[in-house]
């Protein structure tokens, strides 16, 4: 199971209302947007995502929701910061993973870790793709196209994080669930110029 949070907000010489997707805000031309990443301690830490560093147990540090059927959950997001300082646009994405919004019932399943570092490793191929689409704001049309482009990405990202989890029925589909391993690996290849 998967869930998704949106770190953005528009930053002037004042704090402005949050962005989020779907809502609209005027952007002043001397606007920047950053990301409002939570600072490192206990209960805001997050994992940024690296082919060096896999997820583990240890990482699932939220309360399992007894609630719902699923036996995890993956808490990630897309942390998107771009601004126009003097004429230069500049922007960053990182991927990160949340230990205190992610939890599992079942810590003891290499299987089950195995699905939700899939989803970490999907929000890493939207991370790159909006990576790639952000190359095409610039100072003159960041106030048009920024929400647009960030808007997009974020509904490409949550129908596949659901399409994958409806496709592997959570992971317990062992074949598919490779299918779309060797996809998602295909894809982090493709967009290594992202990384």
């Known amino acids: 199971m998967f869930t998704f949070t949106l770190f953005l907000s528009f930053w002037a010489r004042i704090l402005l209302p949050l962005f989020s997707p779907g809502v609209s805000a005027a952007v002043p031309p001397a606007a920047s947007i950053a990301a409002t990443l939570p600072v490192e301690n206990t209960k805001n830490e997050y994992v940024v995502w690296s082919a060096d560093r896999r997820l583990n147990w ?24 771009a601004s126009c300082k003097n ?39 939207h991370a790159r ?18 929400s647009l482009v960030v808007n997009d990405a974020f509904k490409r990202w949550k129908a596949e994080q659901d399409l994958f989890d409806e496709v592997s029925r959570h992971g317990l589909d062992k074949e598919e669930q490779q299918v779309w391993a060797a996809r998602i690996e295909t894809r982090l290849k493709k967009l290594e110029a992202y990384q």
Do not use: M
Not at 58 to 81: C, I, M, R
Not at 129 to 146: E, F, M, P, V, Y
């Open 58 to 81: 240890e990482d699932f540090k939220g309360q399992p929701d007894d609630a719902t059927p699923h036996h995890a959950l993956t808490a990630a997001n897309l942390a998107v910061n």
């Open 87 to 125: 004429n230069q646009y500049t922007y960053t994405v990182k991927c990160v993973f949340l230990p205190h919004e992610s939890w599992s019932k079942r810590k003891s399943s290499e299987k089950l870790l195995a699905h939700e570092q899939l989803h970490f490793d999907l929000t890493e191929v």
């Open 129 to 146: 793709q909006l990576r790639h689409d952000l190359q095409q704001i610039s100072c003159a049309n960041l106030k048009t196209k920024l």
